[in-house]
């Protein structure tokens, strides 16, 4: 089931159309990555989600519920991060967190929740404007989930984050999805995205470009296998003849390109047909930077 | 599920705004220049401290205190207001703006209201704060400097009066400044606005349409003093009322 759908949505901004029917489908308990260039629309697209740009009714909808006829249900279970993290800076996390607490009346037992969970314990007395940008950003998502929320809509969570933030970021977002939780991350490092989402979907030219699993993604490009083999010249000529991708790396390897996994078996059948010995095989994973970039290139 | 209720918002922003400068500022400006020029009129009437000999021919509570405090009040007050009005609107922009207060669920009506009912709390807790300290220190002056007779007059209504319009006068004054901060988005902007009005309404006091100007009604609250008489007229009325109906419906368009 989709927690968070759109249904044909287009937006322009002063006769500018910034997107174009965008049919978003988050599913439930799935880390949802929403990638695209910079100025793609991302951030307007969730700025939209969240009510902060005027869209047409009967366009976003939340567990199969309107957005402009239910705002306050939705919204109290969203949680989100928006460009910058959400917090009052003069204040420390605790009073940032107790300050949604009135709002929410979730309770102090939950304060003390967040803060475990985002490993602010110890430093929940001090000052927001003395924390490090981690630190801060550790707050925003800590802040975005006070409520206990659903959904939670990060935008660049990891921007400024320094490798031991970023990988802090990511096992949050994980133990969090283990949580139940669904989170829909824009963003551009897509070495990150690769590592923790289960779903992806690409903005381009205002259009959805490819939305779906991302195994389902990385493999829709060709795959490429190191072959390692005592007749290298050979295998090249056969792979040639049979209309096989083929290239070069060294003296005894080259890479082939095949459609799908299964085909693999067949190309190790003709290598032995015609007495050529693979030595050493190895499948060279795709990485989902060069299938973004595939999918962007091909759509010009 | 309900949006979360006026009440609970405008008990939030008492929680984050409790160590807030500005409103400090403003809550003990009339306690702090009250003070200050009870040292200065003790300092310049050294000679009657503690000696009855030595009198004052006019009524000390507006000829000697109130002289003095009205015009720190009437100078300073607006722009005061200004800032007041300012910090409240900082706090957001300081959170990246007012728009992220509008992905949780309240609406932006009561946002916006919440903080001018704040606002209107701060301007009557400080107005009282005045009246309270002004009386105070006219009771202390009394003993201090016997013959000059405090005890003799009772100004009690009039000095009411004068804090109840002071009240009115900024408050009209801070809802304008809000608008203000929340178009312009600057400290700069609202601030040399309210600065050079409150300068114009001091110089402009004697023109046909001064009324206009509600940041010279506290300038003008002086001269109602000094007469015994303390009222606006009914342009002023109608456009203190002008300013609070334009900032409100202004908060519709945000």
Request: aromatic residues 14%; hydrophobic residues 45%.
């Amino acid at each position: 089931m989709n927690i968070l759908e759109t249904n044909h949505l287009t937006f322009n901004y002063r006769n500018h159309s910034v997107l174009e029917d965008i049919n978003l489908k988050i599913p439930e308990g799935s880390i949802y990555g929403y990638l695209g260039k910079n100025g793609e629309g991302k951030s307007t697209t969730i700025k939209i989600l969240l009510g902060l740009e005027q869209t047409p009714k009967n366009t976003v909808f939340f567990n199969q519920k309107e957005f402009h006829s239910n705002r306050s249900y939705i919204l109290q279970n969203i949680g989100c991060l928006v460009e910058q993290p959400f917090f009052y800076a003069d204040l420390s996390a605790y009073e940032n967190l107790n300050y949604l607490d009135m709002l929410y009346h979730c309770g102090q037992k939950r304060i003390k929740e967040v803060l475990e969970l985002v490993n602010l314990t110890k430093d929940k007395d001090k000052k927001v404007r003395k924390y490090s940008t981690g630190m801060k950003q550790r707050l925003g998502i800590a802040m975005a989930m006070f409520h206990n929320p659903k959904l939670l809509i990060l935008d660049e969570p990891l921007n400024g984050l320094d490798p031991q933030g970023v990988y802090e970021m990511r096992e949050l977002m994980l133990k969090l999805q283990s949580e139940g939780k669904t989170i829909f991350i824009s963003g551009h490092i897509l070495a990150e995205q690769e590592k923790i989402c289960t779903h992806i979907g690409v903005l381009n030219n205002k259009r959805l470009l490819f939305q779906g699993e991302i195994n389902s993604l990385l493999n829709q490009k060709k795959l490429s296998y190191l072959i390692y083999t005592d007749q290298p010249e050979r295998g090249m000529e056969i792979c040639k003849e049979h209309l096989i991708p083929v290239n070069r790396i060294s003296d005894r390897t080259f890479i082939i390109e095949i459609e799908q996994d299964g085909s693999f078996d067949s190309f190790r059948n003709l290598m032995q047909q015609n007495n050529i010995q693979i030595i050493f095989a190895d499948k060279c994973q795709e990485k989902l930077e060069s299938v973004f970039l595939h999918l962007i290139k091909s759509d010009l | 599920m309900k949006p979360v209720s006026f009440f609970t918002i405008l008990k939030s922003e008492h929680y984050k705004l409790r160590f807030n400068i500005a409103i400090w500022l403003f809550l003990l400006f009339p306690f702090i220049i009250t003070l200050c020029i009870d040292v200065y009129i003790l300092f310049k009437h050294a000679d009657a401290v503690n000696n009855p000999a030595i009198t004052f021919d006019y009524n000390p509570w507006v000829w000697l205190l109130g002289r003095y405090i009205f015009e720190f009040y009437a100078l300073l007050y607006p722009i005061l207001a200004a800032v007041l009005s300012y910090s409240l609107c900082d706090v957001e922009y300081k959170n990246y703006g007012f728009r992220l207060l509008f992905t949780r669920p309240m609406s932006k009506g009561t946002v916006y209201s919440s903080k001018i009912v704040f606002l209107l709390e701060i301007i009557f807790i400080s107005s009282l704060i005045g009246y309270l300290t002004f009386l105070l220190s006219g009771f202390a002056l009394d003993k201090l400097l016997p013959g000059y007779k405090f005890s003799s007059y009772n100004d009690n209504i009039l000095m009411v009066s004068y804090f109840l319009y002071l009240f009115i006068a900024l408050s009209a004054v801070s809802f304008i400044q809000y608008s203000l901060s929340l178009i312009f988005k600057s400290f700069v902007l609202p601030i040399s606005f309210a600065s050079l009005m409150t300068i114009f309404g001091i110089i402009a006091q004697n023109k046909d349409y001064i009324y206009l100007i509600p940041y010279s009604t506290v300038w003008r609250l002086n001269y109602c003093i000094y007469s015994g008489i303390i009222n606006f007229s009914k342009g002023e009325y109608v456009n203190i009322a002008m300013c609070y109906s334009l900032s409100l419906s202004h908060f519709l368009y945000l």
